[in-house]
């Protein structure tokens, strides 16, 4: 996932961190998340996200970030598909 981040100008090991750290308060970790779902391949995402971080990722906070309307529309409808009436303890 490096390369998708070079004009962020974050290291491998600063990008496991924020992922990690899973923090949507933090801008850049939203901003990242927005970044690995409108550019990554939707499976590629589900192997290397836990199931915590693609529920963030899933989220109005990193969703609104995208530009796409119809990646938006794409990715709310797998939010409710994938955690319609699921808790998950953040």
């Not at 981040?5 to 308060?25: C, P, R």
């Not at 970790?29 to 927005?34: E, K, M, P, R, V």
């Not at 995402?45 to 529309?73: G, P, Y």
């Amino acid at each position: 996932m490096k390369d998708l981040f070079w004009d962020m100008k974050l290291s491998q090991s600063e990008i496991q961190v924020l992922l990690d750290q899973n923090d949507l308060k933090n801008p850049l970790t939203a901003s990242l998340y927005a970044r690995i779902l409108s550019s990554v391949a939707w499976y590629k995402i589900l192997e290397q996200l836990s199931e915590k971080q693609l529920h963030s990722a899933l989220s109005d906070e990193v969703i609104r970030r995208i530009k796409s309307k119809s990646l938006k529309d794409r990715f709310r409808y797998a939010r409710n598909m994938l955690f319609d009436n699921r808790v998950i303890n953040r």
